[in-house]
């Protein structure tokens, strides 16, 4: 799980909006996984700055109307976690 201070840092929040944050981090955490494997390796570098990323970007567009593209790098950090777990697993059947 992807702590509420480490977003805060991420997302250069020094203001208490805590159960809102939290609430962003909850989705991202479900999104992340849901979008590349229910395995995925919660503890990568590449999946904290996933959850932080889509955190920032909601958070940060949480009032507008029209929904705007998340980032490219975004993008390829779930393909890149996505193609990890499937190796893992891939490799856990064939042990």
Do not use: W
């Amino acid at each position: 799980m992807i702590s509420l201070d480490e977003v805060k840092r991420y997302c250069r929040l020094d203001f208490d909006d805590d159960e809102t944050i939290q609430e962003f981090i909850d989705e991202a955490e479900e999104y992340v996984v849901d979008a590349t494997h229910p395995n995925v390796d919660k503890t990568k570098k590449a999946y904290a700055l996933a959850v932080k990323m889509r955190v920032s970007h909601n958070y940060d567009n949480r009032g507008v109307v029209e929904e705007k593209e998340m980032p490219s790098g975004f993008k390829k950090l779930l393909i890149k976690l996505e193609l990890e777990s499937e190796v893992i697993e891939n490799t856990d059947l064939t042990t």
